[in-house]
């Protein structure tokens, strides 16, 4: 927006430079042409009346055209030809003065040498030239105001595009975020009571999470490392829960740690697990697998079910998380998630490359 109010400033000051340099060179070019074609010298008097004639006429032609021509809803096209009509007349009765103070006429044959055709009909032509001229400026000036505008009214769209993306974005993390409080305070209270020292070991876990979640990024994003380690505070908080029974597989392998995430949308998935799973069983233990290199990010889970309708159990996290991955990645993204013979499976995919295409494209 600032470039095309600056653009627009600096088009405001450089215009009048443009009318100028362009009626120079004009008059210029059709005064050599006239002297070397006629081969006679006119008073500079003779140039400066006329091109004042015309020039005016073309710029009151002009202001017309843009301040009052088409404000009516009816009547334009006979509006147009009866004022041409009027602005010719005055045009001719003006040069026929100009034509008297030069001399050109005398008192008694002033009428009789105005409507000769040897003036009348160049005297008019030339008046319609200079009205053709300014309509073509005309035309070309209100497609520029039209581009103009339309370019305005999209950037205004796009920054109130980008403003309803930020607060979709905030409005589903804070959909999110109670669920990493609420469901820690309850077993950090339990483990007060038990063991102090783990306690208050959660306490710092859950405080780093809470950080982390409540930050807020310039551009929405985290480095992943950010977000693997605040899974790691989340497992870390339930093996303190779990002591020695949590079941827990959990592997990495992050090539490159600074690539950018949405925040928040792998630990959600990790807290679902936790939340929703049977994460005790001694036979079927639980597995969390994050990968990554430069252009894919991948989060696979599986998990015995607590519920026999775990879709449905899950369905609101899980539910914010796509709607977070398709407001922050658009279709460069696959996520799945599918109960089978009781082992809760879920599968994400961002193609980052594919985004980072599109989003210089923009």
């Not at 999110?176 to 876990?205: M, Q, V, W, Y």
């Not at 899980?318 to 998630?337: A, C, G, I, M, P």
Request: hydrophobic share 45%.
């Amino acid at each position: 927006m600032y470039h095309l109010l600056y653009n627009s400033t600096k088009k405001m000051y450089l215009e009048p430079v443009f009318h100028i340099v362009f009626w120079v060179i004009f008059i210029l070019g059709e005064v050599i042409v006239a002297t070397s074609i006629i081969d006679a010298n006119r008073p500079i008097l003779h140039y400066v009346l006329y091109y004042s004639l015309n020039i005016s006429l073309v710029y009151f032609h002009i202001w017309w055209l843009l301040y009052h021509f088409g404000t009516g809803k009816t009547g334009m096209k006979w509006k147009y030809v009866v004022f041409v009509l009027l602005e010719l007349a005055i045009y001719f009765l003006l040069a026929s003065g100009i034509s008297k103070i030069l001399g050109n006429f005398t008192v008694d044959s002033f009428v009789k040498a105005s409507l000769h055709y040897k003036f009348l009909i160049p005297t008019l032509w030339r008046g319609i030239y200079f009205l053709l001229f300014a309509t073509a400026y005309y035309l070309l000036k209100r497609n520029l105001i039209q581009k103009e505008t339309e370019l305005r009214s999209e950037l205004e769209i796009e920054k109130l595009k980008s403003k309803l993306l930020i607060s979709e974005k905030e409005f589903l993390r804070a959909q999110i975020n109670p669920h990493l409080l609420f469901n820690t305070l309850t077993f950090i209270r339990t483990a007060a009571k038990h063991d102090p020292g783990n306690a208050r070991e959660a306490i710092s876990c859950l405080a780093d999470i809470m950080r982390y979640a409540l930050k807020e990024s310039k551009d929405g994003f985290v480095d992943l490392a950010s977000e693997v380690e605040q899974i790691g505070n989340m497992i870390k908080l339930n093996r303190l829960r779990f002591e020695n029974y949590l079941n827990l597989e959990y592997t990495t392998d992050i090539q490159d740690g600074n690539i950018k995430i949405i925040p928040i949308i792998l630990l959600t998935l990790v807290e679902n697990i936790f939340k929703h799973g049977n994460v005790l069983s001694r036979d079927c233990p639980t597995k969390i697998m994050i990968t990554s290199d430069s252009s894919t990010i991948i989060f696979h889970s599986s998990n015995l079910s607590d519920h026999p309708n775990a879709e449905e159990t899950s369905k609101l996290g899980l539910s914010n998380v796509r709607e977070r991955l398709k407001t922050s990645y658009q279709d460069n993204f696959t996520f799945t998630h599918s109960l089978h013979h009781n082992l809760f499976l879920v599968d994400l995919r961002i193609n980052l490359r594919e985004y980072q295409k599109k989003s210089i494209a923009i």
